[in-house]
Nanobody, 123 residues
């Protein structure tokens, strides 16, 4: 089993920055991809970014150029640096782990999930 714990959410003004962290524990060697998804009120959970074990990155068009995903394999931690935040980025952000190749942009393909952290961007 893998446990994922997110941190770093909060309230920020539009144009500001936040850095989310996700610490993994348990059978972390089984995780090949780590991803960030987000879910706004009344909307479906959507893909934001993912990173492979060898640090190849993938981004949704809506965050490309503003968000950066990174991974420290020694610390079993993945990060999401979010810059130039917009009110539309307001959502609960979830960390997710996927054990099998290839990468997926669909939440149902991920095997483990964190509890989520709230990000609120005020206009």
């Amino acid at each position: 089993q893998v446990q994922l714990v997110e941190s770093g959410g909060g309230l920020v003004q539009a144009g500001g920055s936040l850095r989310l962290s996700c610490a993994a524990s348990g059978r972390t060697l089984n995780i090949y991809f780590m991803g960030w998804f987000r879910q706004a009120p009344g909307k479906e959970r959507e893909f934001a970014a993912a990173i492979s074990r060898n640090k190849i990155t993938y981004y949704a068009d809506s965050v490309k150029g503003r968000f950066t995903i990174s991974r420290d394999n020694a610390k079993n931690t993945v990060y999401l640096q979010m810059n130039s935040l917009k009110p539309d980025d307001t959502a609960v952000y979830y960390c997710a782990g996927k054990t099998l190749y290839p990468v997926s942009y669909y939440s149902h393909d991920y095997d483990s999930w964190g509890q989520g952290t709230q990000v609120t961007v005020s206009s």
